[in-house]
């Protein structure tokens, strides 16, 4: 009877050390190495407590030695640092007519990248097992293998069900409705699959490699698609459905007449988008087949063609004046091919957003270009792994797990 009470007593105290293991981790993620009298000091937390969850990360290898602090008499005492390239993240981007691959560590350290033209109109099997042969190959240029993988992020170019990793009826992407994409690549490599749309993990990336002191971003992609990230408060918000940002087929004021793919006029990807840029200017007599060659021609001073990229510009800013309203974000990151155009763009959305928007909202606000630029995707991609596998709860069930075993 006294022995079963203690041993319950044991189970319990042992359940609130692991219970919270990851959040201790998570004072480390910051890379600063540490003694455990200063972790004690830092949490408030007996120093018992600390060392044992500090073996208990270590076990894990989450979390290992970084030589010695300086010694006040006797033996001086250890540090403690994040060992980020214990594992490590494949991180994806599927394009509508590119792939790009790469192998990062827990800090969304690039270590190996590839990139080459692909169509996402292959198919699921095609594309996915491109992304994982090169996934491989790259391990195997670093010396590593898939068994060091803690997780696995997909960016693809259209709506997906971030819970099941399932696109949901994408426009560009024949076979893919519905494809079980979690499943598929978890059949070669047994890790985490995460899964969302591009513009999302480019929010991600991009916040998190270049503006991680703003907690509420609106990033948007202006390419051969239209739509935006919203990170509100710190986090990604995807809606119920995750349709959230799905800025391209909204109404855009003056744009009346203009046929959208959607059947709808005026959208703001009929008047805003690469393609419509490219055929504006084609119409004008001038050469152009997609945005990326609108944004060459105004580099060379071409006229209609920066003319082009202003209205864009003033188009874009119209919507996102109403978005500022209700979101009031710190900074818009402006991002996508287009957004090669810098101040040609710029300006024009700048000039709409800060003469539509409340004065409040607009008082700190900026508008800004992307500097991750073609990188965002990836990083992204990573990032959304990290901040899964590296978060509390799922930490603290590791170390359960390697405890028992
Ligand atoms: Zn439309």
Redesign the pocket.
């Known amino acids: 009877m006294v022995t079963s009470i203690r041993r319950q007593d044991q189970l319990a105290s042992e359940a609130g050390v692991l219970a919270r293991a990851g959040d201790l981790f998570q004072l480390l993620r910051d890379g600063k190495a540490r003694t455990r009298a200063e972790l004690a000091e830092l949490t408030g937390l007996a120093r018992t407590t600390v060392a044992a969850r500090i073996d208990a990360l270590t076990s894990l290898g989450l979390v290992g030695p970084a030589g010695e602090a300086a010694s006040s008499g006797g033996r001086p005492p250890s540090k403690f640092v994040f060992n980020a390239t214990v594992r490590l993240v494949l991180a994806a981007d599927v394009g509508a007519s590119h792939a790009a691959v790469a192998v990062t560590d827990l800090n969304g350290m690039v270590l190996a990248r590839h990139k080459e033209a692909l169509d996402v109109a292959d198919g699921p099997e095609a594309v996915l097992d491109w992304v994982l042969e090169n996934g491989h190959k790259l391990l195997a240029e670093i010396g590593r293998s898939a068994a060091d993988i803690a997780g696995i992020g997909i960016g693809l170019p259209g709506p997906v069900e971030h819970g099941t990793g399932k696109p949901v009826k994408p426009p560009i992407m024949p076979g893919w409705d519905g494809f079980d994409v979690v499943g598929y690549i978890r059949r070669d490599i047994d890790a985490e699959v995460l899964v969302d749309n591009d513009v999302n993990i480019m929010a991600l990336g991009e916040r998190h490699a270049h503006w991680s002191e703003y907690q509420d971003v609106l990033f948007i992609k202006l390419a051969t698609g239209v739509g935006a990230g919203i990170i509100s408060s710190g986090e990604l918000q995807r809606g119920a459905d995750g349709t959230s940002g799905d800025l ?2 909204v109404r855009v004021p003056g744009g009346e007449g203009v046929l ?3 059947g ?1 006029t005026g ?1 703001l ?2 008047l805003a988008s690469g393609q419509a840029l490219a055929a504006k200017l084609a119409a004008q007599g001038i050469e152009a087949s997609s945005g990326s060659d609108v944004v060459d021609l105004a580099a060379q001073g071409n006229v209609n063609a920066i003319h082009a990229l202003r209205q864009a510009g003033r188009d874009v800013g119209e919507v996102l004046a109403i978005c500022v309203n209700m979101l009031n974000p710190s900074v818009i990151v402006v991002g996508g091919s287009l957004s090669r155009a810098g101040d040609q763009l710029l300006a024009g959305i700048r000039e709409a957003v800060y003469g539509r928007s409340l004065p409040l909202a607009t008082a700190k606000l900026r508008i800004e270009q992307s500097r991750a630029t073609t990188d965002a995707a990836i990083l992204g991609a990573s990032r959304m792994v990290i901040e899964h596998v590296l978060s509390p709860a799922v930490v603290e069930s590791a170390v359960a797990a390697a405890l028992r075993a």
């Open positions: 391209g087929h959208c793919r959607c709808n959208c990807e009929a």
